[in-house]
T-cell receptor
Framework: GAVVSQHPSRVICKSGTSVKIECRSL??????MFWYRQFPKQSLMLMAT?????????EQGVEKDKFLINHASLTLSTLTVTSAHPEDSSFYIC????????????FGAGTRLSVL | GNSVTQMEGPVTLSEEAFLTINCTYT??????LFWYVQYPGEGLQLLLK?????DKGSNKGFEATYRKETTSFHLEKGSVQVSDSAVYFC???????????FGKGTTLSVSS
């Protein structure tokens, strides 16, 4: 089946630093990738939709200057948490859409971010 | 707006027990419905899907039927195994290609 690789799986950083998370579709091209955030015992909440070659579309309440998304190629999207603070600590998950018609998304394993 | 509500867990069962995880949705139009499973330390995997009313999705012994009259998509399995222990997410997609809207997830623990 289709594989989406997300890296790193876990990161611990100091407050004020920036963290980059990569999401790669390994065996298919993904014109659209999605970034979700999951709080403990909560559902996955969509943060933004990443489209190759264009600006990401952010959900209401998500700061685009805080969460920078770049989708420079058909197989790679990155999420950069800038000037991270403890409240940014969370589980971040990406997904890649393989074809519009089948409407199936393939998910990365997620990144656990802990900001000290 | 669109939303998904699924039963809260954890659900604890003995091996070979019958499983039901309830899921109801609110959506305009005709959404597609999904069940995803997340095993410990892994990403979400598509378990099954249904794209229109009365469709039944099935995979690995799991089934769910798209019930428009009750706006439900309950997940069932006749005989669970220890290896089924995971978190199960119900989700909908309002339109083809759009992001998924998830329920909160239900943790299933199966003991031998």
């Amino acid at each position: 089946g289709a594989v989406v690789s997300q890296h790193p799986s876990r990161v611990i950083c100091k407050s004020g630093t920036s963290v980059k998370i990569e999401c790669r579709s390994l065996d298919f091209q993904a014109t659209t990738m999605f970034w979700y955030r999951q709080f403990p015992k909560q559902s996955l909440m969509l943060m933004a939709t990443s489209n190759e070659g264009s600006k990401a579309t952010y959900e209401q309440g998500v700061e685009k200057d805080k969460f920078l998304i770049n989708h420079a190629s058909l197989t790679l999207s990155t999420l950069t948490v800038t000037s991270a603070h403890p409240e940014d600590s969370s589980f971040y998950i990406c997904s890649a859409r393989r074809g519009v018609a089948k409407n199936i998304q393939y998910f990365g394993a997620g990144t656990r971010l802990s900001v000290l | 707006g669109n939303s998904v509500t699924q039963m809260e867990g954890p659900v604890t069962l003995s091996e070979e027990a019958f499983l039901t995880i309830n899921c109801t949705y609110t959506a305009t139009g005709y959404p597609s419905l999904f069940w995803y499973v997340q095993y410990p330390g892994e990403g979400l995997q598509l378990l099954l899907k249904a794209t229109k009313a009365d469709d039944k999705g099935s995979n690995k012994g799991f089934e769910a039927t798209y019930r428009k009259e009750t706006t439900s998509f309950h997940l069932e399995k006749g005989s669970v195994q220890v290896s089924d222990s995971a978190v199960y997410f119900c989700a909908l997609s309002a339109q083809a290609g759009t992001a998924l809207i998830f329920g909160k997830g239900t943790t299933l623990s199966v003991s031998s």
